[in-house]
């Protein structure tokens, strides 16, 4: 081909090039172009081949032409780049607009669960009168879940705690009395009297209804010392029952069984919601039942190395669930479990 045809052809080339460009309408489409006309397998990249068959002569001139392809077409590219890129930009902003005056999206905090603002307001009653905070295992021995609590092997009353057991010595504790035996053992009357309380998940093999679970979470309360009486009991239970359900509480001590304490008692509040009339919380009777107590049993004492002729003591076990579900008016047991937010969001502010 003569040197005047490539010229012509690279110019020709140049043209359309620019016209292409021009109607190219987004930046991948340009990119398309660029390889079309100047790639490996482009048009100007067969011109550029015809090189080797022209004369000395006749080469720069078909550099110079290449060269002004290159000009005409850069020029345009650039420019036309530059227009699509600013127009996609602008198609992309418009497209992902942030609207800035939107409220932000409010992260949920969780809040306690009400059992366990229950069991730490007892708690701090507690405290308050000077006793200390004691843990107990929850997988214990029958040593002291019920031997050492006076329910020595084939006991009657073991049936009315029917126990989930690990093998014949070690079972899931049925109640948190037997944290009474541990503290006695270590507890040296040197320092002072014992007082203490323990809280804790006990495990019973319980049909589970509106007012009773398989498990649940007890407090004991003990206190060891010379002359201790259940006047003092009746005293702290009553100090505790207007401290968790309001200053004109009254309290009734009731004669009940528990092989660990003699006396025994039931200990009933007068009711907070009809103040003795008779509703249906307190099932018309005028008294709620809160919780298990007596006078710590003398074998009991002693099994634990106590001198029962020197020291007695008192004992209460009430369920927090049942202090919880008085205050707050649940109607089943189930609720403290289930984990739904709707239930467990009420508590937010805790005891009102
Ligand atoms: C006892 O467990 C005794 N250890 C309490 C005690 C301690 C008496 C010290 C004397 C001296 P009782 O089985 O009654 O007693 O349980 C005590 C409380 O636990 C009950 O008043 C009740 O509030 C709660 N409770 C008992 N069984 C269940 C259950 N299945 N589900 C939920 N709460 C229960």
């Known amino acids: 081909m003569s040197i005047e045809a490539l010229q012509n052809q690279a110019a020709q080339l140049a043209k359309e090039a620019v ?21 490996k397998k482009g048009e100007l990249t067969a011109i550029s081949k015809e090189m ?21 077409f850069n020029n345009a590219f650039g420019e036309k780049e530059t227009r699509l890129k600013e127009a996609e930009l602008a198609a992309q902003l418009a497209a992902e607009t942030i609207d800035v005056t939107l409220p932000g999206r409010i992260q949920a905090t969780g809040t306690r669960h009400i059992l366990t603002q229950t069991r730490e307001e007892i708690e701090d009653f507690f405290l308050g009168l000077g006793y200390q905070v004691v843990d107990g295992p929850e997988v214990e021995l029958d040593l002291y879940n019920f031997e050492k609590m006076n329910l020595p092997k084939n006991h009657p009353a073991r049936d009315m705690q029917d126990t989930f057991y690990i093998d014949d010595e070690v079972m899931l504790r049925t109640h948190t009395s037997p944290v009474q035996a541990r503290t006695m053992e270590q507890h040296d009357f040197t320092k002072g009297p014992l007082k203490m309380i323990s ?27 010379e002359h201790v009486t259940l006047a003092d009991l009746k005293g702290t239970l009553l100090l505790f029952a207007q401290a968790m359900f309001g200053e004109q509480r009254e ?10 304490t003699e006396p025994s008692v039931e200990a009933d509040i007068s009711c907070f919601k009809c103040e003795g009339a008779g509703c249906n919380i307190c099932k018309q009777t005028g008294w709620i039942e809160i919780l298990g107590s007596g006078v710590v049993h003398p074998d009991v004492l002693e099994m634990s190395g106590i001198d029962s002729k020197k020291y ?24 403290f479990y289930q984990n739904d937010s709707r239930f467990l969001t009420q508590f937010k502010g805790g005891h009102k």
């Open 19 to 39: 016209t292409q460009i021009e109607s190219a309408d987004s930046t991948k489409e340009l990119q398309q172009i660029r390889v079309q006309y100047t790639g």
């Open 52 to 72: 080797r068959n022209l004369s000395n002569e006749e080469k720069p001139l078909l550099g110079q032409a290449i060269s002004g392809f290159h000009e005409t």
């Open 199 to 225: 809280p804790g998940k006990v495990f019973r093999r319980d049909d589970d209804d509106a007012t009773h679970s398989h498990q649940f979470q007890q407090i004991e309360g003990l206190v060891v010392d």
């Open 251 to 260: 309290i009734r001590l009731r004669p009940s069984y528990f092989p660990f």
């Open 312 to 335: 007695s003591g008192f004992a209460f076990g009430l369920g927090i669930e049942r202090v919880a579900m008085l205050r707050h008016n649940v109607d089943d047991i189930r609720h």
